[in-house]
C-alpha cells in the first residue's frame, strides 16, 4: 500500500491539515480521525469545511504526554 505524500503549504501557516499534523507528531491519519471522535488527541479548528491543527496546539498535546520511564506512562 502507497503512502499518501505530503506536499509542503504553498504558504508558511501555523496550521497545519489532517495529513501534516499526523506527519508532525509522525502518528496516522486514522489516530488523528480517531481522536477527533472520540476524544483525547488534539485541539483542533474547522475552517469553513476543513479540519486544521494550530501548531502550538500539537505541540501542547505531544508535551503532555512526555515520560521519564515507562512507570510513569498512562498516569
Do not use: Q
Request: net charge positive.
Amino acid at each position: 500500500m502507497k503512502k499518501p505524500r505530503v506536499h509542503a503549504p504553498l504558504i508558511e501557516s501555523p496550521f497545519l491539515s489532517t495529513d501534516e499534523a499526523a506527519a508532525y507528531l509522525r502518528i496516522s491519519v486514522r489516530a488523528l480521525e480517531h481522536f477527533r471522535i472520540n476524544g483525547g488527541g488534539p485541539r483542533y479548528r474547522k475552517h469553513g469545511n476543513k479540519v486544521v491543527y494550530p501548531l502550538e496546539n500539537l505541540n501542547a498535546w505531544s508535551k503532555k504526554r512526555e515520560y521519564e520511564h515507562t512507570g510513569g506512562a498512562g498516569k
